[in-house]
């Protein structure tokens, strides 16, 4: 397991820009699938995003498509989530996750049982 530790979340306008951080721990990160999950109040967590160990394919969710970018750099041992156009439905704990057995895909955005989750970040959007 990697450990993750995510930074960067806030309180922001709707249609304000966010970009968080998530450090990790341990060699080989482009062994690792990585992901971002959200949850906000009295709903179940969500998959939004997922990108490749290598960077090179990402998936995204409907609600955040052409609005949040996820991209990672492996050699600082880093992954990051760039939301801008932010909506108070973005409001939610975010979560960063990786896993060495999962590949990025639409699927594994709906399965919540990634090897390695951060402790969280809250994003709050409201004027």
């Known amino acids: 397991q990697l450990q993750l530790a995510e930074s960067g979340g806030g309180s922001v306008q709707p249609g304000g820009s966010l970009r968080l951080s998530c450090a990790a721990s341990?060699?080989?990160?482009?062994?690792?699938?990585m992901a971002w999950f959200r949850q906000a109040p009295g709903m179940r967590r969500e998959g939004i995003t997922c990108?490749?160990?290598?960077?090179?394919?990402?998936n995204y969710v409907d609600s955040v498509k052409g609005r949040f970018t996820i991209s990672r750099d492996n050699a600082g041992n880093m992954l990051y989530l760039q939301m801008n156009a932010l909506k108070p439905e973005d409001t939610a704990v975010y979560y960063c996750?990786?896993?060495?057995?999962?590949?990025?895909?639409?699927?594994?955005?709906?399965?919540?049982?990634?090897?390695?989750w951060g402790r969280g970040t809250q994003v709050t959007v409201s004027s």
């Open positions: 996750v990786a896993d060495s057995d999962y590949f990025c895909s639409e699927f594994a955005l709906k399965h919540d049982k990634w090897d390695s």
């Open positions: 341990g060699l080989n990160l482009k062994d690792y699938a």
């Open positions: 990108i490749s160990g290598e960077g090179g394919t990402t």
